[in-house]
């Protein structure tokens, strides 16, 4: 299994170039990327000569990357014409360079029983430009443990949608970090998902924490092993149903954390938050290396 990593961890905290962000993760041994492309800053979306995307695919090549899944803009509200036209445009590129799994994210409804068939009509609109450039969607589960407007949170509901849309067209990303955060059961979903695994986004998080008089819930996108998900169980479910994609790590430490403002003569002091480039770097260079332990460790590593 191929480890891959999420671009966004350089272009939208450090040098908004994607390309860059190509060079810079294969230098570190990764195999495959997750483009972010509702990240990446750097023109992808607003490229009408094509000629960015052409640089990309070519440094993709240059480096022996495999540009395996992307993840598109994402809205709560299914109203918002931008993001038809930022989804069809982000479809359109994800074609040219062949990325087959294209993760999305289902809206929130106050109905669960309405949330399946709105997000079905919704995402359909879109078949004809999945028919054309072979892209497929991946419904990422999402939501909180206190969230009651997510409601994709389970196997059974991830299932359905594309069930619903049809199997030609979408598939499911597990987020192991959301699988936490909503206190599900990781063996048991991936493995009810089965063959609609397209592609799996890696993080840790600790859940629930408690503090003094209320239970809390950070998304912190924490290193694998970093966190409390059994890890174990993610990886054998992966085995058991043979899952063919890349062991995807969507990180965002050390920049993403919860801490709460600290202000200091009337002003907000966040002097530690700007994490120096040379601290990431290392960071990522251990993230790497926490990777591959993880797939030599269950024989899965592939060089």
């Known amino acids: 299994m191929k480890l891959s990593v999420c671009s966004g961890g350089y272009t939208r905290f450090f040098i908004h170039d994607t390309s860059e ?84 994210h289902p809206f929130p409804t106050d109905d669960i029983s309405q949330a399946i068939p709105l997000n079905a009509e919704y995402f359909s609109q879109f078949t004809p430009l999945l028919d054309k450039t072979g892209v497929k969607l991946c419904a990422e589960n999402l939501g909180n443990y206190n969230d009651v407007r997510h409601h994709f949170k389970t196997a059974e509901m991830l299932n359905g949608l594309v069930d619903k849309v049809g199997k030609k067209y979408m598939k499911v990303c597990w987020d192991t970090g959301h699988g936490n955060l909503t206190n599900k059961d990781q063996y048991e979903n991936v493995t009810k998902i089965g063959s609609n695994l397209g592609c799996v986004h890696i993080h840790d998080n600790y859940y629930p924490i408690f503090v003094p008089g209320e239970q809390y819930a950070f998304d912190a996108h924490n290193f694998p092993l970093f966190g409390n998900i059994n890890f174990d169980a993610f990886i054998q479910a992966l085995i058991d149903i043979n899952y063919k994609g890349t062991f995807n790590l969507e990180t965002d430490t050390p920049n993403r954390r919860g801490h709460r403002d600290f202000v200091y003569n009337g002003e907000v002091t966040l002097k530690l938050k700007p994490i120096p480039f040379e601290i990431r770097k290392k960071s990522d260079e251990m993230l790497f290396y926490i990777g591959k332990y993880m797939l030599e460790t269950y024989g899965l590593w592939e060089d």
Do not use: M, W
């Not at 990309?56 to 014409?81: G, I, R, W």
């Open 21 to 104: 962000a190509l060079r810079y993760f294969a230098n570190l041994g990764y195999q495959a990327i997750d483009l972010s492309i509702d990240s990446s800053y750097d023109g992808l979306l607003d490229d009408p000569d094509g000629s960015h995307a052409k640089t990309v695919k070519n440094v993709a090549k240059e480096c022996n990357l495999l540009l395996y899944q992307a993840h598109a803009p994402a809205s709560a509200d299914p109203t918002d014409q931008k993001l038809v036209k930022n989804l069809e445009k982000t479809i359109e590129v994800c074609g040219y360079l062949e990325i087959e799994n294209l993760v999305i």
